[in-house]
């Protein structure tokens, strides 16, 4: 199994829409965990941190389910701005280093 | 505020000539720094971390390598660039404790 997976899609959705997607790792000692938005031929930009409470800034909302080993992330009101790769980060408890899942692409379609 | 540089942007080179890709980053000390290659189609891939000055962990065995001379400056190197060399090239920053990276702007080389 992958240390983190994400479906790649792309989701193609109509803007207004709510759209979700997991990812999943498999280092249930996993401690920190993030998503990150890539824009076609940019770096990543951290988007939220997904606390075990979860987290919520604005239009976007993380979850973490630690009994299931995943996180989600949901965007509601979908904007074309909101267009890009989105990528689960997930830090495997060693050493300083994060992993990242190969992202998913989202589309939103006017 | 922190801010982090990379060039040059774009680099189309020869195989077999050397590379250096440089990162520095600003308004912070001691950073953490972190080399990342994304292959087309491909994930980031972690190539090498510093905790500090002179401190280099390597992930991935080969043609690369990166020197930390100062504190807020990176440099990743080779000496003979190989096809496979090609993709974008990612330095990326860390502080302390916390597991948030922030990423420079990237370098996109293509090796001919």
């Known amino acids: 199994r992958k240390e983190v997976e994400q479906d790649p899609g792309p989701f193609n959705v109509p803007e207004g829409a709510t759209v979700a997607f997991n990812c999943t790792y498999s280092?249930?000692?996993?401690?920190?965990f993030f998503w990150y938005r890539q824009d076609c031929r940019k770096e990543p930009k951290l988007l939220m941190s997904?606390?075990?409470s979860g987290n919520e800034d604005g239009r976007f909302t993380a979850q973490l389910n630690r009994a299931s080993q995943y996180i989600s992330l949901l965007i509601r009101d979908s904007k074309l701005s909101d267009s890009a790769t989105y990528l689960c980060?997930?830090?495997?408890?060693?050493?300083?280093?994060?992993?990242f899942g190969k992202g998913t692409r989202l589309h939103i379609l006017p | 505020s922190q801010t982090i540089h990379q060039w040059p942007a774009t680099l189309v080179q020869p195989v077999g000539s050397p590379l250096s890709l440089e990162c520095t980053v600003e308004?912070?000390?001691?950073?953490?720094l972190y080399w990342y290659r994304q292959a087309a189609g491909r994930g980031l891939q972690l190539l090498f971390y510093?905790?500090?000055?002179?401190?280099i962990s390597s992930e991935v065995p080969q043609n690369l390598s990166a020197s930390r001379p100062q504190d807020r400056q990176f440099i990743l190197s080779s000496k003979k660039l190989l096809l496979s060399d090609s993709g974008f090239y990612l330095c990326?920053?860390?502080?302390?404790?916390?597991?948030?990276?922030?990423f420079g702007p990237g370098t996109r080389l293509t090796v001919t």
């Open positions: 990326a920053w860390s502080v302390g404790s916390s597991y948030e990276q922030y």
């Open positions: 280092n249930s000692a996993s401690q920190s």
């Open positions: 997904v606390y075990s």
């Open positions: 980060v997930v830090n495997p408890d060693r050493d300083d280093k994060i992993i």
């Open positions: 308004g912070t000390s001691n950073p953490n």
């Open positions: 510093s905790v500090g000055i002179g401190q």
